[in-house]
């Protein structure tokens, strides 16, 4: 235990030193992004991770939180940050209305379900002039003032999108060691089971949904005002739900930190193909996805830091405790 919390230690002074030392714009900017979509994947982990409710529309929520802040701006003249608890409250009650009907679903009909509500939202935004229709909204072009959070350099949105995931973690991990989180991790391995032992699956599962939408709503906010725009395609568009879900995936599902891990490896990837190739490696960040989708059901589909935890305990001759690991 000792020598876990030795290499958390580590990695978390990396972290924190990583702008100081990989101080190119690039790099500043890729590491900023590696934690906003780390939001967004721990965000979308509580639900898709410990419930196993695989959402492929959590864009929705993504968008909400985006257009909520792009708005304030826009139509208002007030700064995005207004618009962070709306885009909450209206994520919120979206994911109420639509939880109801749809989390009595599972497995891919659950997921078909949420693409088609997020479908849905992004054809009712590109039609609606008010809220930019195919055009989109823009946010102040230079800073204001603070408040704004619109910064010439990456170095203060790193910071900020750093403390807001360790505000997010913090929550996970209140969550995963509450009734809820016992609960929802019973409803994932077998939710028969749970409901027979008295567990509230439905009202957990709403919970639980309700919880990861705000919480991804926060995400879109920060990413439309560290860009200053959005579009449907930008805010609503349905890759960014399958990023965010393979992230934690590829991280671990259902893992603390494997949404961070996913990112960590997701983005750059990303990042340095687009910057490689530019538009002929639009199409390439599709075929990367399904790779990646593939190699994780094949090999590991509990993940990277399911195959650490694994290998650390047969080092130390503790392989059931890294099973036991899922849950922490």
């Not at 699956?201 to 919480?215: D, E, I, N, Q, V």
């Not at 639009?282 to 059901?297: E, M, P, S």
Request: aromatic residues 10%; contains cysteine.
């Amino acid at each position: 235990m000792t020598r876990r919390r030795l290499w958390l230690s580590v990695v978390l002074a990396l972290v924190v030193a990583y702008p100081l030392v990989l101080s190119t714009p690039f790099q500043q900017r890729l590491g900023a992004l590696v934690l906003l979509y780390a939001i967004a994947a721990s965000a979308w982990n509580i639900v898709g991770g410990y419930a196993g409710q695989v959402s492929v529309g959590h864009v929705v929520f993504f968008g909400c939180g985006a257009y909520a802040a792009m708005g304030a701006y826009a139509h208002f003249g007030l700064s995005p940050l207004v618009g962070i608890p709306v885009g909450i409250v209206v994520s919120v009650a979206i994911s109420a209305v639509v939880g109801v009907p749809t989390l009595r679903l599972s497995g891919h009909y659950f997921s078909m379900a949420t693409i088609a509500v997020a479908e849905l939202l992004r054809l009712i935004v590109t039609n609606t002039d008010y809220l930019g229709a195919a055009v989109g909204l823009s946010g102040p072009t230079v800073p204001r003032n603070v408040f704004d959070l619109s910064f010439i350099s990456a170095l203060p949105y790193y910071y900020l999108f750093l403390t807001i995931l360790a505000l997010t973690l913090g929550i996970t991990r209140w969550m995963t060691n509450s009734r809820m989180g016992f609960y929802l991790r019973a409803i994932r391995d077998s939710e028969r089971a749970a409901r027979s032992l008295g567990a509230p699956a439905s009202r957990t599962k709403l919970y639980a949904f309700m919880l990861s939408a705000g919480l991804t709503s926060v995400a879109g906010a920060l990413y439309a005002m560290m860009f200053g725009f959005v579009d449907p395609e930008s805010g609503l568009g349905i890759l960014i739900s399958v990023k965010i879900l393979i992230m934690a995936a590829l991280g671990g599902a259902g893992l603390l930190f494997g949404p961070l891990v996913g990112a960590a490896i997701l983005v750059p990837l990303e990042e340095i193909s687009n910057n490689l190739l530019g538009g002929k490696g639009a199409g390439l960040t599709f075929v990367l996805y399904g790779a990646i989708i593939v190699l994780i059901a094949r090999f590991q589909p509990g993940g990277i830091l399911t195959l650490i935890n694994r290998m650390w305990a047969k080092r130390n001759g503790k392989l059931p405790e890294a099973e036991a690991a899922r849950g922490a």
